[in-house]
Nanobody, 122 residues
Framework: QVQLVESGGGLVQAGGSLRLSCAAS????????MGWFRQAPGKEREFVAA????????LYADSVKGRFTISRDNAKNTVALQMNSLKPEDTAVYYC???????????????WGQGTQVTVSS
């Protein structure tokens, strides 16, 4: 498994931007497909975006398509989530996760970070 640590969360006004980063330990990072999920209070964890091990394929939830961009740098063992045009409903704890398969379901991911809080004020 790979160990994951997220950073970059914070408080931002609606319409603003944030860039989340996830640092992975281990030499096998480039073999993993990576995903971002989020969980708001009282809600289930939901898929946000995913990227294949090569970076050649990306998937997005409809709610963030056109506003969020996922990317990865295998040389630096990092995956990022650029979030633009943020809305109050984007407020959640954001988690990065690793999987051997490219999926949009949380059960497919077996390594998770501790999460980073994103709060969007109206």
């Amino acid at each position: 498994q790979v160990q994951l640590v997220e950073s970059g969360g914070g408080l931002v006004q609606a319409g603003g931007s944030l860039r989340l980063s996830c640092a992975a330990s281990g030499r096998t990072f480039s073999r993993y497909n990576m995903g971002w999920f989020r969980q708001a209070p009282g809600k289930e964890r939901e898929f946000v975006a995913a990227i294949s091990w090569s970076g050649g394929t990306t998937l997005y939830a409809d709610s963030v398509k056109g506003r969020f961009t996922i990317s990865r740098d295998n040389a630096k063992n990092t995956v990022a989530l650029q979030m633009n045009s943020l809305k109050p409903e984007d407020t959640a704890v954001y988690y990065c996760a690793a999987s051997s398969v490219l999926r949009t379901t949380a059960v497919a991911y077996n390594s998770w970070g501790q999460g980073t809080q994103v709060t969007v004020s109206s």
